[in-house]
């Protein structure tokens, strides 16, 4: 294997070649997703930003565009949103054929050298054909920078409950709120967050849509704020808010706010590499899902991680879906349901009795680096429950249940790869444990370089990403201090040809 085969993923976007960051200006029109994001072509590390682009039609397998938008001379072209303008309020294009408009930061290099406050600032572009190409508007920037150091990252919305465009945007320890008729002319409507939620650094990526509560007619406001640093396991994260909007103002729910505090912020993924994802617009088009991707990395190491020609993968896409446990709410996640579509084989257990190390599937019978498993554990009792993928290079990942002490966790200290940053596997990953003890449901979906686990219908969400010497080889059970039953043990391996 070169390194190349080795750790490019089967079933994750990654850009051919060059550096990726953050998703950006998601959107479904006419048969196709598209996804775009922070991109430098000519570089495996960061550099001057451009828009890459990609397209789907199930979110699964992804064709590259050509560049959607290059840097100019008023900066580098940071992360934003797109939304389909189907009443052509801005008058960009027509009824008939509807323009994209995307809404990015400038972020003027030239300014920040020169050690200036006002470099960020925000842009607007359009497109009459899909997405395919795009011109940037001449009056840009249209919201200039109110003296705030850390001002990126629009995320428009249409607000059909208020009838406006919001957009919402980063500003250093919270985010600001901006209502617009046209898309090209924005007003202030307020700010959020500077007492309320994590603040080990600054926030970004933030994103504002409302939410049905899962099985009712209710619905409410959910915010996602990005942080970096200051997640809940080091480096970067995205933490979340559920409450209620006026067209104004968004107000955080009273229980909410409890957990929040008690849990010192809630989060999309405890995992370390789910950073900076905001959601699809313009899905109502299709089934009213609320579609998500995040960029599967993390800053603390992202730039070294063992790849040459390309680096980052965005996760798995996932529906979200805000349920309500007993007064608290807590935005779940799903891979989308188009991963079925790719089951190539099943392998199916139904009660298989735990009660020392056992491999549960070995390559023999499946590729381990193309699988969706599911499977059920009842009555937990205070054990810890941990199983692994490993190889026989001796690479292995962890990952489990801690009941005793009430955690989930990852441990990617032995996965293989790790002299390239001390911050990779510097400690185990932990979310606390929610659930229930009578019934806990697992899935996970593996790749070459990546894990995602969803325990309890993705209620609590764990995503990292590893660099073993040799491609997995067994799945096991690792350790078992106890006796215990695994029910309804589903190993599905995946095909993409
Ligand atoms: C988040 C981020 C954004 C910024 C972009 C630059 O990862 O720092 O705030 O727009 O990356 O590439």
Same mark, same amino acid.
């Given at each position: 294997?070169?390194?190349?085969?080795?750790?490019?993923?089967?079933?994750?976007?990654?850009?051919?070649?060059?550096?990726?960051?953050?998703?950006?200006?998601?959107?479904?029109?006419?048969?196709?997703?598209?996804?775009?994001?922070?991109?430098?072509?000519?570089?495996?590390?960061?550099?001057?930003?451009?828009?890459?682009?990609?397209?789907?039609?199930?979110?699964?397998?992804?064709?590259?565009?050509?560049?959607?938008?290059?840097?100019?001379?008023?900066?580098?072209?940071?992360?934003?949103?797109?939304?389909?303008?189907?009443?052509? $309020?801005?008058?960009?294009?027509?009824?008939?054929?509807?323009?994209?408009?995307?809404?990015?930061?400038?972020?003027?290099?030239?300014?920040?050298?020169?050690?200036?406050?006002?470099?960020?600032?925000?842009?607007?572009?359009?497109?009459?054909?899909?997405?395919?190409?795009?011109?940037?508007?001449?009056?840009?920037?249209?919201?200039?920078?109110?003296?705030?150091?850390?001002?990126?990252?629009?995320?428009?919305?249409?607000?059909?409950?208020?009838?406006?465009?919001?957009?919402?945007?980063? +500003?250093?320890?919270? %985010?600001?709120?901006?209502? /617009?008729?046209?898309?090209?002319?924005?007003?202030?409507?307020?700010?959020?967050?500077?007492?309320?939620? %994590?603040?080990?650094?600054?926030?970004?990526?933030?994103?504002?849509?409302?939410?049905?509560?899962?099985?009712?007619?209710?619905?409410?406001?959910?915010?996602?704020?990005?942080?970096?640093?200051?997640?809940?396991?080091?480096? /970067?994260?995205?933490?979340?808010?559920?409450?209620?909007?006026?067209?104004?103002?968004?107000?955080?729910?009273?229980?909410?706010?409890?957990?929040?505090?008690?849990?010192?912020?809630?989060?999309?993924?405890?995992?370390?590499?789910?950073?900076?994802?905001?959601?699809?617009?313009?899905? *109502?088009?299709?089934?009213?899902?609320?579609?998500?991707?995040?960029?599967?990395?993390?800053?603390?190491? +992202?730039?070294?991680?063992?790849?040459?020609?390309?680096?980052?993968?965005?996760?798995?896409?996932?529906?979200?879906?805000?349920?309500?446990?007993?007064?608290?709410?807590?935005? *779940?996640?799903?891979?989308?349901?188009?991963?079925?579509?790719?089951?190539?084989?099943?392998?199916?257990?139904?009660?298989?009795?735990?009660?020392?190390?056992?491999?549960?599937?070995?390559?023999?019978?499946?590729?381990?680096?193309?699988?969706?498993?599911?499977? /059920?554990?009842?009555?937990?009792?205070?054990?810890?429950?941990?199983?692994?993928?490993?190889?026989?290079?001796?690479?292995?990942?962890?990952?489990?249940?801690?009941?005793?002490?009430?955690?989930?966790?990852?441990?990617?200290?032995?996965?293989?790869?790790?002299?390239?940053?001390?911050?990779? +596997?510097?400690?185990?990953?932990?979310?606390?444990?929610?659930?229930?003890?009578?019934?806990?449901?697992?899935?996970?979906?593996?790749?070459?370089?990546?894990?995602?686990?969803?325990?309890?219908?993705?209620?609590?969400?764990?995503?990292?990403?590893?660099?073993?010497?040799?491609?997995?080889?067994?799945? $096991?059970? $690792?350790?078992?201090?106890?006796?215990?039953?695994?029910?309804?043990?589903?190993?599905?391996?995946?095909?993409?040809?």
């Amino acid at each position: 294997y070169t390194e190349e085969e080795l750790y490019r993923p089967n079933f994750h976007f990654t850009p051919k070649k060059g550096w990726m960051n953050d998703p950006n200006g998601m959107f479904y029109y006419n048969g196709y997703y598209h996804l775009f994001y922070q991109y430098y072509p000519d570089s495996n590390v960061w550099g001057p930003m451009h828009w890459g682009h990609a397209i789907s039609t199930d979110l699964i397998t992804w064709t590259e565009k050509p560049i959607a938008l290059y840097p100019d001379e008023k900066g580098y072209i940071f992360s934003g949103s797109v939304v389909v303008d189907v009443k052509n $309020s801005s008058g960009f294009g027509s009824l008939k054929n509807p323009p994209m408009v995307a809404m990015f930061t400038y972020h003027d290099i030239k300014k920040e050298k020169a050690g200036e406050t006002n470099f960020q600032s925000q842009g607007i572009a359009y497109s009459l054909n899909e997405g395919l190409s795009w011109t940037k508007y001449d009056a840009n920037p249209i919201i200039k920078n109110p003296n705030i150091k850390d001002f990126r990252d629009p995320k428009m919305t249409w607000d059909a409950i208020h009838q406006q465009w919001i957009m919402i945007l980063a +500003a250093g320890d919270k %985010a600001m709120f901006y209502g /617009s008729k046209n898309l090209k002319e924005w007003a202030l409507l307020s700010d959020f967050g500077k007492e309320i939620g %994590a603040h080990g650094g600054v926030w970004e990526c933030p994103d504002f849509f409302p939410m049905l509560v899962d099985g009712t007619d209710d619905y409410k406001w959910v915010m996602l704020s990005s942080i970096n640093p200051g997640g809940p396991n080091g480096g /970067s994260a995205t933490q979340y808010f559920v409450g209620d909007f006026d067209g104004k103002k968004f107000t955080i729910d009273e229980t909410f706010s409890k957990d929040v505090k008690q849990q010192k912020g809630l989060w999309i993924d405890y995992g370390r590499d789910n950073y900076a994802g905001v959601t699809w617009a313009n899905i *109502s088009e299709v089934d009213g899902r609320k579609l998500f991707i995040g960029w599967m990395s993390n800053w603390d190491y +992202a730039q070294k991680v063992p790849t040459e020609t390309w680096r980052s993968s965005m996760t798995i896409p996932r529906e979200l879906v805000l349920v309500k446990d007993s007064g608290h709410y807590i935005v *779940s996640s799903k891979p989308v349901k188009e991963l079925q579509n790719y089951i190539a084989k099943t392998i199916k257990k139904e009660s298989l009795k735990i009660d020392k190390e056992t491999v549960l599937v070995d390559k023999t019978v499946v590729d381990l680096s193309k699988l969706d498993i599911h499977f /059920s554990l009842k009555n937990l009792k205070k054990d810890v429950y941990t199983f692994s993928f490993s190889n026989d290079a001796k690479n292995t990942i962890q990952f489990g249940i801690n009941k005793k002490e009430n955690y989930f966790f990852i441990d990617r200290s032995k996965s293989g790869k790790l002299a390239f940053s001390n911050l990779f +596997a510097k400690n185990i990953s932990k979310a606390p444990f929610k659930g229930d003890f009578d019934k806990m449901d697992v899935r996970i979906i593996v790749d070459k370089t990546s894990i995602e686990i969803f325990y309890n219908n993705g209620k609590t969400v764990m995503t990292e990403i590893f660099f073993p010497d040799k491609p997995m080889e067994y799945f $096991s059970v $690792s350790k078992a201090n106890t006796e215990y039953t695994i029910e309804n043990l589903i190993i599905n391996q995946l095909n993409f040809n």
